[in-house]
């Protein structure tokens, strides 16, 4: 299973930006799923997460600025981030607690997986 996020770059304070994070593999199932952040010197923090069933979860500095969102039919979490603040530069993750197919059929696993981050930076 792997996960791949898009969509970071470089935004002015009070901008806008999403990202987007693919899920791809021998999936069976993904429950949970969510972004985190790291910012240098910082220990790696919960942004937001959502259910399967769509419940949201959210860190106390970016709501009402942040929505998570998910397409299950394309295995897919989204982070729309808005009014966004030079403190919120950091690497973001995608995160995924994930039922996955092993090569003996009809057995699966559940593991959680990591993407390789993608890079938010909010200057002027």
């Known amino acids: 299973v792997q996960l791949v996020e898009s969509g970071g770059g470089l935004v002015q304070p009070g901008g806008s930006l999403r990202l987007s994070c693919v899920a791809s593999g021998e999936i069976h199932s993904i429950n949970d799923m969510a972004w985190y952040r790291q910012a240098p010197g910082k220990q790696r923090e919960l942004v937001a997460s959502i259910s399967n069933g769509g419940t949201t979860n959210y860190a106390d500095s970016v709501k009402g600025r942040f929505t998570i969102s998910r397409d299950n039919a394309r295995d897919t979490v989204y982070l729309q981030m808005n009014r966004l603040k030079p403190e919120d530069t950091a690497v973001y993750y995608c995160?995924?607690?994930?039922?996955?197919?092993?090569?003996?059929?009809?057995?699966?696993?559940?593991?959680?997986?990591w993407g390789q981050g993608t890079q938010v930076t909010v200057s002027s």
């Open positions: 995160n995924a607690d994930v039922r996955y197919r092993t090569i003996i059929a009809g057995f699966t696993r559940r593991n959680t997986f």
